[in-house]
């Protein structure tokens, strides 16, 4: 008996091992860094220092297809210093078109995307339905809608679409939350940031020190900002229903980013909200 047991034991050893054998026989993905060949040359623009929290954040990317050519094309958020933000900031993104051969060229200008900032991150989203992406830039300072024209020519129609929001914002995410075949717009926001009256490096000994090291001061010892949900009007305006919705932020948590996904199948998208340094939000819709 114990023989037949240790025969139908092996069997069941070497009958387990296979798919992992198989799966392990499977090859491994390689990735190339292209950026130069391809064209992807601006820089980010960034403080090596890191003196300061907003100076910690930004670096967003996104894809979009800005001329429905059935080719993505790609955002880089150019972001700032302190210094140059005082001085008028900088350009928020880059808009790179591919080209054919995997190229990439840089369209910032002859696109329209001019407004300048301090950027952060990118949401892309047809948002008026003419069946054109547009762009949501967040930032330090004011965030950008920009409306596609068609075919790569960007307006900035922030202030009629009431989106300048404020503040500090780090991330956005686009979401039909109501299901009326309009994309909405949430947006969570980090800390409060005075670029005037910055708190010195390591000035504090409970909240700019890690271990007697001088550090930078926050998000620890700064307050929160509250976040945003915006509802779209369907005629290009929309209108702030953060503390109707129950997604304000009350606690004042730092916000990093939300995504919208239907996580059980009831037909209506929640949201999941990320925070620096605290519980993150799951908000059931």
């Known amino acids: ?7 139908f034991a092996g069997v069941w050893l070497v009958g387990s091992c296979l798919p992992q054998a198989a799966e392990s ?29 907003i100076e910690s954040m930004s670096g967003g990317v996104g894809f979009i297809d800005c001329d429905n050519d059935g080719k993505l ?24 078109h591919q080209e054919a051969g995997l190229k990439f060229r840089d369209i910032t200008a002859e696109a329209g995307l001019t407004t300048r900032g301090w950027g952060m991150g990118v ?25 596609n024209l068609g075919n790569c020519k960007f307006q900035d129609v922030t202030e009629k679409a009431g989106l300048r929001v404020g503040g500090f914002s780090a991330g ?14 949430f947006v969570p926001r980090y800390v409060v940031v005075d670029i005037h009256n910055l708190p010195a490096f390591g000035s504090d000994a409970k909240t700019c020190r890690f271990r007697g090291v001088p550090v930078q001061c926050g998000p620890w010892g700064l307050p929160g900002e509250s976040d945003f949900l915006f509802h779209n009007r369907g005629n290009g305006t929309f209108e702030d229903v953060s503390k109707k919705a129950g997604v304000d932020d009350p606690e004042h948590r730092y916000g990093l980013q939300g995504v919208w996904a239907d996580y059980d199948n009831d037909g209506w998208p929640d949201l999941y909200v990320t925070n620096d340094g605290n519980a993150n939000y799951l908000y059931h819709n």
Do not use: C
Request: glycine share 10%.
């Open 1 to 7: 008996m114990s023989r037949l047991w240790a025969f």
């Open 25 to 53: 026989a499977l090859p491994i993905p390689r990735f190339t860094d292209i950026s130069v060949e391809a064209g992807l040359r601006v820089s980010h623009l960034s403080s090596p220092e890191k003196r300061y929290v």
């Open 73 to 96: 094309d790609i955002i880089t958020i150019n972001g700032s210093s302190v210094d140059r933000y005082r001085q008028g900031g900088d350009p928020m993104i880059t808009l790179y």
């Open 123 to 147: 949401a892309v989203a047809d948002f008026d339905n003419d069946g054109w992406e547009d762009i949501y830039v967040t930032g330090y300072g004011g965030n950008v809608l920009y409306r």
């Open 172 to 185: 956005a995410a686009w979401g039909d939350y109501d299901r009326d075949g309009n994309v909405d717009l």
